[in-house]
């Protein structure tokens, strides 16, 4: 029966997704991770690479922004502790 369905839809991430969410639904599973690992296995190999590649990237700025906000949001406190101070 997989192979007649796999014959039958067009293998794009979105279909593949989409039967992967379904298959877990009808078996009483939470449909989340086999949509996504669904999603996945539908990509081609140089979007699977990009998304790994955009995945660390955001592993390794995602620190240095939040210090950057925290610095900032300081910053922003110690001007407006400044302007209240002189008035």
Do not use: C, F, Q, Y
């Not at 039967?19 to 996945?40: D, E, F, I, M, S």
């Amino acid at each position: 029966m997989k192979t007649l369905v796999e014959d039958a839809t067009p293998h794009g991430p979105g279909v593949t997704a989409g039967l992967a969410g379904a298959r877990a639904v009808l078996t009483g599973k939470n449909p989340a991770w086999p949509a996504v690992k669904g999603l996945v296995s539908g990509m081609s190999g140089k979007t699977k690479v990009t998304l790994i590649l955009l995945l660390v990237l955001a592993l390794l700025l995602g620190p240095v922004l939040l210090v950057v906000l925290v610095l900032a949001l300081i910053g922003a406190g110690v001007v407006a502790a400044v302007r209240a101070a002189a008035k």
